[in-house]
């Protein structure tokens, strides 16, 4: 019983929060069309973790207040933005369970031919949040 109890308490305790998941591993989704390949503009790749809390809704991403794409635990997305400062912002835009908090939204400087990427979690409390990162 003390065992069963132990692998219980490591099951729950493992699922507590989300891990970072390498952009070169996560399956992009397609960015909306706003956001597409254009000439002058600098890729920022928005990568969602990986893990159990809030995997099973869907977050979306947005940048200067537009949606970008909806994104699943492990996916990615890369949007063409102008040098400069944007918003990003990432939240759960869905009904019942999968609503919450509004979105987080984050300043970053986007600087000429020089692509970022960023890092959507979601905390124990199912907080969601957006940070730059350096996984690749």
Do not use: W
Not at 48 to 72: M, Q, W
Not at 97 to 120: A, M, V, W, Y
């Amino acid at each position: 019983m003390k065992k069963l109890f132990l692998l219980l308490a490591a099951v729950v305790l493992s699922g507590c929060s989300t891990t970072p998941m390498p952009a070169n591993l996560a399956k992009e989704v397609k960015a909306s069309t706003s956001f597409q390949v254009e000439q002058g503009k600098v890729p920022v790749t928005i990568v969602r973790d990986k893990g159990h809390v809030g995997s099973y809704c869907l977050i979306t991403a947005f940048i200067n207040g537009d949606p970008v794409a909806e994104l699943d635990a492990g996916e990615k997305v890369i949007a063409y933005v102008s040098p400069g400062e944007v918003i990003v912002g990432a939240g759960f835009m869905g009904a019942g369970l999968c609503s919450g908090d509004p979105k987080k939204e984050r300043e970053f400087i986007i600087k000429d031919k020089q692509p970022r990427t960023l890092r959507i979690f979601t905390d124990q409390n199912a907080n969601v949040d957006i940070l730059p990162t350096t996984e690749n």
